[in-house]
């Protein structure tokens, strides 16, 4: 996405596609502050932030001491080091 679209308002679409970016903290601070200013005034999408808050936290709570499989952790290194380009017309 070039410099002049980032800077325009979210939209939903977008919005919805990054909430676990958002969520997390691994946005830009440009790209937060889009995304907060969008949720501020679109009540679809705030619902959906919430209700996806509302999940992490209740994962974090229950899940916290539990440790993932070695097997897992391994996978989960794997695919998120893999490059996959993808062509479509």
Do not use: F
């Not at 949720?39 to 974090?60: F, G, N, S, T, Y």
Request: hydrophobic letters at 35%; glycine letters at 2%; a negative charge.
């Amino acid at each position: 996405m070039s410099a002049p679209q980032r800077r325009e308002a979210a939209d939903c679409s977008e919005t919805l596609h990054r909430i676990h970016e958002y969520l997390d903290g691994e946005m830009t601070a440009e790209d937060t502050l889009r995304i907060a200013q969008h949720i501020e005034q679109c009540a679809p999408c705030l619902a959906q932030h919430d209700l996806d808050h509302a999940i992490k936290d209740l994962v974090r709570r229950s899940c916290q001491c539990e440790e993932a499989p070695a097997e897992l952790r391994m996978t989960i290194l794997q695919r998120i080091t893999s490059i996959e380009v993808r062509w479509s017309d």
